[in-house]
């Protein structure tokens, strides 16, 4: 299901955030092999044809130039944190091209002589993606447990970090679940280095209810409007940075966030959604766009959190060539490629980014790059 939702993301976000998007045939397909335990997670465009990958367990970074068809790894680096831990991970990142950093969440998961759990962490990594010193830590700070989204406003001022607390009562790898709660963090990067601004904790719902854990985080134009989701109690969280920052205190709980339940679908099917983007629309209220894991709606809702439209995507509607999961949710599609998943998948899409007419994949499974390059003409 994960892998559908990408593809849908994939086709919103060429909706929204890539140029000429219109009915172009996905054209030449250019892979590129990375290393067979890399585990690559998410793919980013730092620059005009430049593009990141993160692989999250061997927390390496790796940067390639796609142009004219082609694409080759021009540098790769292995990110070395002062603190690992067993279980930690390199979950995601955002960039500022500007500044030419990248900033990465880490999980830490510490445990005692036991090897029993005795806590569950996360930090930001600010990482330079410059040419001279590519994939040196200038600055890390600590977040809350277990981040898994990160975004940066348009203007570069602001960092928010979604801690998904990660509980082993929702599938996740933190077995400390009644001593840890999702929360989200605001940041600046000030004079090359991370400033914790403040922090929010999400409280829990009750024992017979799921936990609130912020998933997927997204900045509205208006570099102040943030939409957070929260998987597991099918919710988004929003709230302004600057009214928040303004109450001056470096610990808030939820009472400062607008907190929306999405509606199920026709099938009684809750959201669990996860993927948000923010509609690139600077004159007017922001919109944002909301993927739904577990029932297939895309959920259109404004800054103040009304659901302003919904639209349940069918597997019909996946352009065939677009990375795809079947109606019977046995395979997926990459390329005209169709991949038994039952049978062992071979390439699973994990991560989408896009930018002109070039579209990238981190390929999870296949331990690869893909970058899809779109023809000038829509005609084939």
């Known amino acids: 299901m994960k892998r559908f939702i990408f593809a849908l993301l994939c086709t919103l976000v060429l909706t929204l955030g890539c140029e000429d998007a219109g009915d172009a045939l996905l054209s030449p397909v250019v892979t590129v092999k990375v290393g067979v335990n890399d585990n690559p997670e998410v793919v980013r ?67 005692n002589g036991a090897g029993e759990q005795i806590a569950c962490r996360g930090k930001l990594l600010a990482v330079s993606i410059a040419e001279a010193d590519f994939g040196t830590i200038v600055s890390e700070v600590e977040t809350g447990a277990m981040p898994d989204g990160v975004a940066i406003s348009a203007d570069g001022q602001w960092i928010v970090v979604a801690n ?35 922090d929010i904790r999400l409280q829990q719902l009750g024992a017979n209810k799921a936990h609130r854990e912020p998933e997927y985080v997204a900045i509205a134009g208006d570099n102040d409007t943030v939409m957070v989701t929260l998987q597991d109690s099918h919710e988004v969280a929003i709230f302004s940075i600057a009214a928040v920052a303004a109450m001056g205190k470096a610990s808030l709980d939820d009472s400062v966030l607008n907190i929306v339940a999405l509606p199920a679908d026709a099938l009684g099917r809750g959201a669990w959604p996860d993927g948000v983007l923010a509609w690139p629309l600077r004159s007017r209220s922001p919109i944002f766009a909301i993927a739904g894991e ?15 439209s919904t639209k349940v995507i069918e597997t019909s509607e996946i352009p065939a060539n677009y990375p795809r999961v079947d109606e ?46 779109r023809p000038e003409s829509l005609s084939q």
């Open 328 to 373: 019977a949710g046995s395979s997926y599609k990459v390329g005209l490629e169709d991949v038994g998943r039952d049978a062992g998948s071979k390439v699973a899409p994990e991560g989408i980014a896009c930018q002109g007419r070039q579209i990238a994949t981190a390929n999870e499974k296949s331990a690869s790059v893909s970058v899809i390059f």
């Open 294 to 308: 577990w029932n297939d709606v895309l959920y259109f809702v404004d800054g103040e959190g009304n659901v302003i």
């Open 45 to 111: 465009y730092a620059g005009t044809g430049e593009l990141l990958l993160l692989s999250s367990k061997v927390r390496k970074l790796t940067r390639f130039r796609a142009s004219d068809g082609d694409v080759r790894e021009v540098s790769g680096h292995v990110l070395t944190p002062a603190e690992v831990t067993k279980e930690s991970e390199l979950t995601n990142f955002a960039v500022d091209a500007a500044s030419r950093v990248a900033f990465v969440t880490q999980t830490l998961i510490d445990e």
């Open 164 to 198: 998904e607390r990660d509980g082993d009562d929702n599938w996740g790898k933190c077995l400390l679940s009644d001593a840890t709660d999702g929360s989200i963090s605001v940041l600046k990067f000030e004079e090359r280095q991370l400033v914790k601004q403040f």
